[in-house]
Structures are given as structure tokens and as C-alpha cells.
């Protein structure tokens, strides 16, 4: 932990606005200069006459898939429109493997009693495709709660399992342009950098090309977007357990310990 005469750590955090409420202040408890500086903004989509019908259907489906916090979230809300979830059975409707891709996700599942699976460790498509759930699929229906666009992975290998996959797609991902002042200022520290997805890193790359040498290091939510921090020119790298708050906190706290 810093001492009291050491400088306060900067940390550059680029969650969404909404999800970053509650980890900028526990930073700050632990002594950090928190910079915020959002790299996406979640915007639902209108629904379709598809999706109307994906939700009104949803028991016909053997398993239901949120990709992310953000399909949850708003997959639980248009389902509430046809199932009400409380007035059905806790697991919601009958038959239906509900499978989260991580513990932030898995989270907010079950908050609405869903008894969502997740994988073991690797908290991604690969990992969710190791599930013993997703093994046996061939005839299955299954549904993927999605953001517009994104991996193919998950849902082309389910199909080549013998799957029936169709998406879902809630929300869009929208990317906030920043112009270079805004830049130097967030970066005038060296902050350590904080991204809680790939597209966000990604996003952030497409300003700021040269992001590695900017900053002092990364907290990367899984191997995945570590390997991806690897090839854009970081050295530093921490891989926090998964991209929940606890879990970043954590390792922002083996950064302090460890860093000189």
C-alpha cells in the first residue's frame, strides 16, 4: 500500500459511465487518483418484430446465453415484458439452460433468481464452449443476448456442433471521440489503465495507437485481452480474475504491492 508521503497512483478508468460508479470510489479508498474517461456507451435498440418473438418464445429454446452485463440487463428487462418474473417458476421458464459467459454477467442473472452457469475460469466464448452444457447440442435451440455486432466463435462453433443459434442483439456499443487535449490530459500522469473488455481496448487503441508507451501498465479482465494488450506494445500487464469490480479492485492492489 502507498505510504502516506508517496504520490497517489493515477488510474485511467474506461468503463461505461454507469458501470463505473461504484469502482472509482473504492480506487480512491485505496489511495488512487481516479481519471475517467469512457470508452462506450451502451444504448439499447429498438425491439423487433424478431426479437417480440424470440421473448415470447423463449421457452422453446434448450438454452438462453448472455454474452456480457449489458445483454443481461437488458435481456432480463424485455423478458420481463412476456415472462414476469414473478410470477413464473424461480429458474424462469421450464427446460432452459441459462449460461452466463462470466461471473459480472452470472451476477445479474441470478439477482432475478435465473439459476445462470458460467464457465470454471476462462470467462470468454472459448470458455463457455467448454462447458459441459454446450457439449451434447446437436438439434438443440439456443439464443445468444448479444450487442449488435461482435466474436462469431461461440455461436459458429455451436452450429457446427449441430446447434440451432440465433441472436439476440439488445444494445449497441457506441464510442465516444475524445480529442487530443482530452487525451493529454487523461494521460498527462502515465496512468495506470483499467479496461474492462476487449472492444473497449480496442476503442481506445483507435485514438491512441501508441496507448503503451502512454501508460504505466494495464489491468486486463481476462488472458484474452491480455494477449490483445501484448500485441498493441504492453509490458506491463496485470490479468485481474475476471472483469468484476472485486476482482479488479484486486488487482490493483497486487499492482501496488508489487510495483516499485
Known sequence: MPTPSSSPLPVLVTR??????????????LGCEVIRQP????????????????????DLFDAVIAISRNAAEMGLSTMDQYWPLGEINISGPLGIDWIA????????????????????SQFDSEGALA???????????????????????????????????????LYQRLIPQYN????????????LLLVSSGQGLEALAAQQ????????????????VAEMAKSLGFIKIQIASSARDADMLNAVKNWIATSP
Open 131 to 169: 462447458m459441459p452444457e454446450l457439449q451434447n447440442v446437436a438439434g438443440k435451440k439456443i439464443l445468444i443476448w448479444r450487442g449488435v455486432g461482435g466474436r462469431e466463435t461461440l455461436a459458429s462453433t455451436l452450429r457446427e456442433r449441430g446447434a440451432k443459434v440465433v441472436y439476440a442483439e
Open 101 to 120: 459467459i462470466g461471473p459480472v454477467t452470472a451476477e445479474v442473472m441470478r439477482t432475478q433468481g435465473l439459476d445462470a452457469k458460467m464457465p470454471a
Open 180 to 191: 487530443d487535449d482530452e487525451w493529454q490530459q487523461a494521460l498527462v500522469l502515465k496512468p
Open 39 to 58: 470508452l462506450l456507451k451502451i444504448e439499447a435498440v429498438a425491439e423487433t418484430p424478431k426479437t417480440k418473438s424470440q421473448f415470447m418464445d423463449i
Open 209 to 224: 495507437p501508441k496507448i503503451a508507451e502512454s501508460v504505466r501498465g494495464i489491468i486486463a479482465p481476462s488472458s484474452r
Open 16 to 29: 461505461p459511465a454507469s458501470q463505473a460508479e461504484e469502482i472509482c470510489p473504492e480506487l480512491e479508498a
